[in-house]
Structures are given as C-alpha cells and as structure tokens.
C-alpha cells in the first residue's frame, strides 16, 4: 500500500496549496442599435444630450457619498422634465424615435444595474431550497458554483434534511465531493449552533485511497467552509508522522486521511483522533476500491474500531463511487446465474462494513454505458514495437494538456526517457515518488497548457485537474472499473474530452472484457493515423530508443563497479586481479558506448530541428487503420490547428 512511504524531511505544507479553480460563467454584453435622425435634427439632439448628460452627471455627484463603495450605482429611470426648443418644431415621427431612444436606454441601464443582483439571488435560492447554510451558499457562488449538479440536488436534501446514510453512484467529475462534504458542513453548522458540539472537537473522518486525492478533498472542503472557523487535516503517507501530529495538535474538526496513516496513529495513541465517541459523520470516497479484500486491512480495523462505539447508531455515514454499481461480465453462464445478485450482495458488503443504518438511501446516477456523454473514446490497434511511435505521432500533432497511463512503473521510466528525449518535456506520478514531487509534478502539469503526464493508476482516481484534453491508454487497463476511472480525469464538469486506448495483438482480450462489461454493441471507433508522418516519426523514435538504451547501459556499469570499490573499502580488502581486468575491460567498453551515444544524440538533434514531412516511403505495419488523403490538403488542415477532436468528427 503505497500510501505508508513516510518522508521525514517533507515538510508537508505543500498540502495547504490554495486550489486553482477555473471560471465557469460568462459575461453577457447589452447591444443596442442608434437609430438616426433626420438632417435638420442632428444639432438639436446634440445641444439636448448635452443638457441630459449635465443635469444627470451634477444628480450623480450629489449621491455619490450616500453610496457604499461595493454598491453599484443605479441610474434613475425617471429622468428630469426636459424644455421644449423654442426655435423648432419636431415631427410627430422624430419624437416617437426620440422617446424610443430614451426609453431603450433607461431599460438598458436598469438591466444591466439589477441582472447581477437578481442572478446571484436566483443562484441563492437554488442552493437554499435544498437546505444548504447561507454561509456555504455564500461561498459556493464566490467561486462561480451556480448551480448544483445531479447528483448534489438528490443528494443533499435527503442528506441535510432527513439526514440519512445516503450511498451514492456517478460518473466521474461529477460533483460527488462537494455531495458529501456540503452536508457535513452543514450540520456541523447547526450542531455549533445548537451547543452540541464546539470548535476542536474531531467531528468528521473522510477517508481516501491515495495521498492526492485526500490533498484534493481538503481543498473542495476549504472553499465551502470559508466563512466558518472550521479546520480540516490532511493526514497521509509521504509526510513525516512529526508534523501530522502537529497538525492534529491545532485540534481540526475535520480529517482527511488514507487508512494506513490514520491506523498508524490511532495504535500511537493521538490525543485528538482516539475518542471516537463524538465523531459524528463519516465518509469514504472511491468505496469500492477501499474495500476490496485484502487491499485495505487498516481500513476494515478503522472501521472496527468505529462500529464498536454506543454514538454508532446516531453516526451519519456518506459512500460514493463511480463505478459502485458496475458489473464485471465473466462468462455468460455465470452472469446468467448471479446477475440478480450482483448488485444486491455489494451493497449487503458495503453495508455491514461500514456499519450504515439498515435503510440507507442509494442515489445511482450512473449510465448504461459507465462513461459521461462528453466523453470521445477511440482507440488505435497497432503492433507493440510500434507503440511508441504511435506515441509520438498524437503528442506533435495534437497538442493540449495530456495524461498518460501505463500499468507499471518501469514503463513510466521508459517512456520518460525516450520523450525527454524526444522534447516532449514529460513529467511522472508513481507510487515510489516522494510525496512533495508528487504534488510538484501535479501542480506544474496543471499549470501547463500542453502538460504531458506519464502516471500509473495512482492518478486514476478522484484527482481533478483543470482542463485534461486526452487521456491516453498507452497500456490497456487491467479492469473496467480502472478504464472508467482513467477517462474520467478528462470530460469533466459538462466538458469535451478525448480517451484513447492503444491496443496490441497481446492486449486484445483485455480489450474485449471492457467493452462486454461496459455493454457496447460496437467497437470503440478507430482514430485516423496520418501514414504520411510515420516513417520520420519512426526515425527519430528509433534514435530516441537506442540513446536511451545505451545511456541506461552505462549507468548500470557505473552502478556496478562503484558497488564492487564500496564494498571492498567497507570489508577493507582489495579487489581480485580477475574482478580488475573486468573493470578495465567494462570501462573502455563503457567510453566506446558513450561516445557512440553522443553521436545519436547529435543525429537526432539534427532531425528534431527539421519540421515533419511528409513521405512515401514507408516501413510501418499497414495492417491496421490509417488516413490517407492529400498531403497538401493535410497540410492545410493541420496548419489550422485541427483537433484529435475534430479529426474524429471530420474522419466519421
């Protein structure tokens, strides 16, 4: 369990990062069209708009300091009675136009003064009818939330008002954090209200698979909480057990943590953690994974612990997942036999283990299909030595914030290489990272419009990164449940998003087993490979590969002797005369590798210098899907800057 690697020397602020959250409304602009006036008329107008605009401007000034500074200013709709000219005489027709005018201007003023105030109100109202604190409310429409989303408006009235044990199921990126924690808020609101609880008391445990997705929960939390005195921890492995106890030592009210760090400090003892009697609301996100057997053990004695208490009964309890309810097909005879089941002995599992009152409410918002309609999926069939050049082939042609997934972390070293190497600037999220460089690493994808992260099934659950473009399948998932939950870091919050699976002969099976369990009919579309790039990309993949190769060549001689000199000055003996010949003999084999690496680096410098072109002579596999067309009207199209997006909608 990856979330036990303790790093003393983290100093762990890096877990207060404030969230970077995107604008989600728009502005709205008034437009209005001027209708002329006759010839005779124009310096009449100007002398009468003159006068308004001075009379107006002197009403102005004299309200101006009965006026709060954050108020906006709103112009009367009555306007001052106006002279007639003395000299000319206007048509029936020009004053109608005149009063139109006048009129469209003052309704105009008026909308634009009272639009902001009746939206924020509307807004208010929604979030009020489903019994949400003012305080709460307030700082949801701070940060742009106007509305609730599916699965918070059935979550929270039946959450907050009958305060019910609610299971819940939806689709990543659909809003299940704040489903919870909005609630809990809520009610430890009214608790400190009602003097049956106080500031300091450990109320609320949410706990979490990973590291980062606790840190990302905290931060969903911060924003609702703003305007209370209410503090949350995050407590996680990667930080030292030093500074966690510091930070219990603030007294929050709220903690986020994995189970084996929380474990670890329940066995030690912490002051704030080990009364479980006052703890009154417990969630767990991404249940599904948390309790399957023999993943978690920390969590099941957690949950013990919990379930022993007299206050259980009273303990209102949240689990959410998206793929809580998603069936794996195995073969159609058992399927035939337990399908009835399935679902029922789950949610009898969930139930027990988390100790939920016998009637919880389930709340399933989940499709037929497990994905989010926003979501684009495709896939690419290729040969498994010609993966990476598949790779590299959609990073230059399609730009855009883009995570990648592997199954194993050697893979992810692999490919770090030979994209570093390539100019690609990849960055990584594994398991054996330290838990600062993770956060590191996530904060500088997130912050790059064209990021590329390599990551393992670390990054496939909860986290929420701004404005992902493509996930890549650069390895097909071991399971549905991971397939749902890697596309889902893309088409998040009602927005476009491409998944792409690269698929070889030797993961095909795999491959079947998602798409019989997600119940499609059909195949996922292929995605349209230019032919007329492959055979340059190939060429610079192939350098890219050997470079790396030979670089990892000689670390590991390098490795080797440094080990064989240390251990003969620990032991304090001298090398055999066999061991030194070999030496000698690796290390000038070492210096013919090194230089032969750098006349690589330096051919395939030349090439990355050049822009691709296009070429007829190719040595890629055809049997799979390709593009053809004319290169000139390739050429055009990608000079537009065309899509993955677009490439699929224009291809079908």
């Given at each position: 369990m990856f979330d036990h690697d303790d790093d003393d020397n983290d100093d762990g602020d890096d877990l207060d990062m404030a969230p970077n959250f995107e604008k989600m409304?728009?502005?709205?602009?008034?437009?209005?069209?001027?209708?002329?006036?006759?010839?005779?008329?124009?310096?009449?107008?100007?002398?009468?708009?003159?006068?308004?605009?001075?009379?107006?401007?002197?009403?102005?000034?004299?309200?101006?300091?009965?006026?709060?500074?954050?108020?906006?200013?709103?112009?009367?709709?009555?306007?001052?009675?106006?002279?007639?000219?003395?000299?000319?005489?206007?048509?029936?027709?020009?004053?109608?136009?005149?009063?139109?005018?006048?009129?469209?201007?003052?309704?105009?003023?008026?909308?634009?003064?009272?639009?902001?105030?009746?939206?924020?109100?509307?807004?208010?109202?929604v979030w009020s009818d489903l019994h949400v604190s003012d305080d709460i409310i307030r700082s949801l429409l701070e940060q742009n939330f106007s509305e609730p989303t599916p699965i918070q408006r059935l979550t929270l009235p039946i959450a907050i008002r009958d305060h019910q044990d609610i299971i819940g199921a939806a689709e990543t990126g659909s809003g299940k954090t704040l489903a919870f924690a909005i609630p809990i808020l809520t009610h430890m609101s009214t608790l400190l209200e009602n003097n049956e609880m106080s500031y300091g008391q450990f109320t609320s445990l949410i706990l979490t698979p990973t590291r980062e997705l606790a840190v990302q929960i905290k931060s969903h939390i911060q924003i609702a909480c703003r305007y209370t005195?209410?503090?949350?921890?995050?407590?996680?492995?990667?930080?030292?057990?030093?500074?966690?106890?510091?930070?219990?030592?603030?007294?929050?009210?709220?903690?986020?943590?994995?189970?084996?760090?929380?474990?670890?400090?329940?066995?030690?003892?912490?002051?704030?953690?080990?009364?479980?009697?006052?703890?009154?609301?417990?969630?767990?996100?991404?249940?599904?994974?948390?309790?399957?057997?023999?993943?978690?053990?920390?969590?099941?004695?957690?949950?013990?612990?919990?379930?022993?208490?007299?206050?259980?009964?009273?303990?209102?309890?949240?689990?959410?997942?998206?793929?809580?309810?998603?069936?794996?097909?195995?073969?159609?005879?058992?399927?035939?036999?337990?399908?009835?089941?399935?679902?029922?002995?789950?949610?009898?599992?969930?139930?027990?283990?988390?100790?939920?009152?016998?009637?919880?409410?389930?709340?399933?918002?989940?499709?037929?299909?497990?994905?989010?309609?926003?979501?684009?999926?495709?896939?690419?069939?290729?040969?498994?030595?010609?993966?990476?050049?598949?790779?590299?082939?959609?990073?230059?042609?399609?730009?855009?914030?883009?995570?990648?997934?592997?199954?194993?972390?050697?893979?992810?070293?692999?490919?770090?290489?030979?994209?570093?190497?390539?100019?690609?600037?990849?960055?990584?999220?594994?398991?054996?990272?330290?838990?600062?460089?993770?956060?590191?690493?996530l904060e500088r994808f997130s912050s790059s419009e064209n990021g590329l992260l390599i990551a393992t099934d670390v990054a496939a659950r909860g986290l929420d990164i701004p404005n992902i473009k493509h996930i890549i399948h650069y390895q097909v998932p071991r399971s549905t449940e991971l397939y749902i939950h890697r596309s889902g870091r893309t088409a998040r919050a009602d927005r476009q998003g491409l998944s792409i699976m690269f698929i070889c002969p030797e993961e095909v099976f795999l491959y079947r087993k998602i798409i019989k369990t997600l119940n499609r009919d059909e195949d996922l579309q292929a995605f349209p490979i230019d032919i007329t790039y492959l055979a340059n990309l190939k060429q610079r993949v192939r350098l890219a590969s050997e470079i790396s190769r030979l670089h990892h060549q000689v670390a590991k001689v390098t490795h080797e002797a440094s080990w064989y000199h240390k251990a003969a000055k620990e032991l304090d003996i001298e090398l055999d005369d066999n061991i030194e010949d070999i030496e000698k003999a690796r290390s000038a084999n070492t210096k013919e590798v090194q230089k032969k690496e750098m006349q690589l680096r330096n051919e395939l410098d030349l090439l990355l210098k050049q822009p691709l072109k296009y070429t007829s002579s190719l040595n890629v596999s055809r049997s799979y899907p390709l593009l053809f067309g004319d290169p000139d009207q390739l050429a055009s199209r990608r000079k537009n800057d065309t899509t993955a997006l677009d490439e699929l909608k224009h291809r079908s």
């Open positions: 409304r728009g502005m709205g602009f008034i437009c209005w069209r001027e209708i002329p006036a006759t010839n005779g008329e124009d310096q009449e107008d100007k002398k009468l708009s003159k006068k308004k605009t001075k009379l107006k401007n002197t009403k102005d000034k004299r309200k101006l300091d009965e006026i709060e500074p954050e108020q906006e200013i709103e112009t009367p709709v009555k306007k001052a009675k106006k002279k007639k000219p003395k000299k000319k005489t206007r048509s029936n027709q020009t004053r109608a136009t005149s009063t139109l005018q006048t009129a469209d201007e003052n309704k105009n003023e008026e909308v634009d003064t009272t639009s902001n105030a009746d939206s924020f109100d509307i807004d208010k109202k005195k209410f503090k949350t921890a995050v407590i996680v492995g990667g930080m030292s057990t030093q500074k966690q106890e510091r930070l219990l030592a603030q007294k929050p009210e709220i903690v986020v943590a994995t189970p084996g760090r929380f474990w670890e400090l329940l066995q030690e003892n912490n002051e704030h953690t080990m009364d479980m009697s006052k703890l009154r609301f417990l969630a767990i996100d991404e249940t599904d994974r948390m309790i399957e057997k023999g993943h978690f053990e920390e969590l099941e004695k957690i949950l013990k612990l919990i379930n022993s208490d007299d206050s259980n009964q009273s303990r209102q309890k949240f689990i959410f997942s998206a793929t809580l309810m998603l069936q794996s097909s195995d073969d159609k005879q058992k399927k035939k036999t337990k399908k009835k089941n399935d679902n029922q002995d789950k949610l009898a599992t969930l139930i027990s283990a988390v100790g939920m009152n016998a009637k919880p409410k389930i709340i399933d918002l989940t499709k037929k299909f497990g994905t989010v309609e926003t979501l684009t999926e495709a896939r690419v069939n290729c040969p498994l030595e010609e993966k990476d050049i598949y790779l590299y082939y959609f990073l230059s042609l399609y730009p855009g914030r883009t995570l990648l997934f592997t199954n194993s972390i050697d893979c992810i070293k692999r490919l770090q290489s030979i994209l570093t190497l390539l100019k690609r600037n990849p960055l990584s999220l594994h398991a054996q990272m330290e838990q600062k460089q993770r956060l590191n690493n």
